[in-house]
């Protein structure tokens, strides 16, 4: 301490510096005088120290001498006690983690050959023509295929423990404008869907013929027995009519869309419904556009499992859904992503971690005008085709729908890859800090292996094969991988965020000479900041042990950071 420091901030420091390399012998042997002189400095470098050992030597050789104190040093002797008090009740400082920043993101590509041949060369074919990332097409086709089997399979967990999953998949295509989003839903989804539609429209029309007729006549039989009045007759004839059931719908592919129009379309096509849009409008009437900011999202939620909704509304008849089942495809500008995301109504409630997507390279001023790749007809027919059959599949009854079973290896590598994926959400594994994705990730996973398995064999009896389980582990390692890019981009941006108040806050620490500062004063040094951006900011430093929050009184809260900051 022999160099001249100029303020209390500087000598703290150098305390600090001392304490930690256990250099406290000399500092004790100072005589009360001296000792007095500094108090603030010598108790706050006690608090500040990381080497608890030392500095609980040093505050213990000073207070040996407080008889010779003031009362403010004993005071502030007392208060470095209190200090120490807190924290063993909260169990001590544990050394500071961050989150990983090197998890695994090296999945930029969706993978080769996990589609039969001649889908892979149509998908991969309509990116050149269009002149997009191969993943847009191939991702979005993923989804279609989901909605055209959904309510047709299902696929059982590996353990044989008896949990079935629909296929179902929200997804969401991440996307600036011009990037030529529309072009590639038309060339996956509508084109092929509405193929299918005009066909299976002819047919509905002749069916909803006959329901209409019989319902008629079956109406004026119960009115015949009504006016007889004979009451076998009458319940017979009831029983005839409750028995008719209007044919299902195909207009199941929406756009954009309210929750009460997708409620009242999915009554009529039998509880399916597929929403693909290359506009993000439905996650805006989602999050309460057309509904006083309400979040109307039940029937969203419930579509993904296929779990019974009914639904009260104050305007209309309670609506009824036995089995809903529901896939969503949309492309979305980043901006409305990071709405999405950030918006606690739909977080909180669990949906935004249903979305698995992706973000393909953006093309927009590096396309070739004089392209001339063109489609393969014959690739392209073969996959209407397979979204034909898919979507003519029979839709019976929850408990009769046919359920995809594992060969043994195939479960094998399924669950040493949900293993991996339960191991991640341990503190300081990749998913640690996202647990609600992670709960969903099992069920995705599982929903892609059943796609992939009917495209490889269209027949839900054959097992499913170890090369369709390590491929649809490729391809939701290429969604995690989206995901922990994402992560690790918003960490930095709020580890960016939390170094400025650290710096804050140690900066408040030494210069006035106290082991904490108040949120409010450190709202106060961050020009800008908000309270609602300063905790977020604490609660991530929080829990990367950083600092330790303490309620102080109702309105006031006490950010003390760690010793291990000022090593």
Known sequence: MKKKLTNKGELTTELLALVNDGDVKDIINLNAASL?????????????????????????????????????????????????????????????????????????????????????????????????????????????????LQGAVKISYPSGNGHTEHLCLYMAVIAEPSERKSSSFSMTIRKAFRSWEKKAETEYQNRLSEFKGMEKSALSALSSAVRSGDERTITQVQKDYDRLKEPDSPQMLLDDTTPEALGNRMKKTGGRAGVFSDEGGFLETLAGRYSESRANIDLVLKGYSGEYASIARITRDDLTLPRPLLTICLALQPVLWER??????????????????????????SRNANITAVIDADSEELYCRYIDEFLSLPRPDDDDVPVIQWEDDAAEIMLEYL?????????????????????????????????????????????????????????????LS????????????????????????????????????????????????????????????????????VRASRSSVRVYPSPFLFL
Request: proline share 4%.
């Open 340 to 365: 999405f995301c950030t918006d606690s109504s739909l977080s909180l409630r669990g949906l935004v971690p249903r979305f698995i997507f992706c973000r393909p390279a953006p093309m927009a001023g």
């Open 482 to 549: 989206e995901k922990l890019r994402e992560q690790a981009s918003s960490a930095k941006t709020v580890r960016s965020a939390a170094d400025h108040a650290l710096d804050s806050l140690k900066k408040i620490c030494l210069s006035e000479c106290r082991p904490y500062a108040s949120k409010r004063e450190l709202q106060r040094s961050l020009n800008g900041c908000t309270s609602d951006d300063l905790t977020d900011v604490l609660d991530y430093l929080a829990d990367c042990q950083c600092v330790e929050l």
């Open 419 to 479: 293993q991996k994926l339960e191991s991640e959400q341990r503190e300081g594994g990749c998913l640690w800090h996202d647990k609600a994705y992670a709960g969903k990730a099992s069920g995705v996973v599982l929903r892609i292996a059943g796609i992939l398995h009917m495209l490889r064999t269209r027949n839900p009896d054959i097992l499913l094969s170890s090369e369709t389980a390590s491929a649809a582990v490729k391809v939701h390692m290429f969604f």
């Open 36 to 148: 007095e002189k500094h108090m603030e400095e010598l108790c706050t470098a006690c608090m500040l120290a990381a080497d608890t050992e030392a500095s609980q030597i040093l505050l213990d050789g000073i207070a040996e001498k407080s008889d010779s104190f003031q009362p403010r040093s004993r005071q502030l002797i007392a208060n470095a006690y209190e200090y120490f008090d807190i924290m063993r009740q909260k169990g001590g400082w544990r050394p500071i983690t961050m989150q990983c920043d090197d998890a695994d993101t090296n999945v930029e590509h969706f993978p080769h050959g996990v589609y039969p041949e001649p889908i892979e060369v149509y998908l991969r074919r309509t990116a050149e023509v269009n002149q997009t990332a191969p993943e847009m097409p191939l991702c979005i086709a993923l989804a279609a295929f989901a909605f055209a």
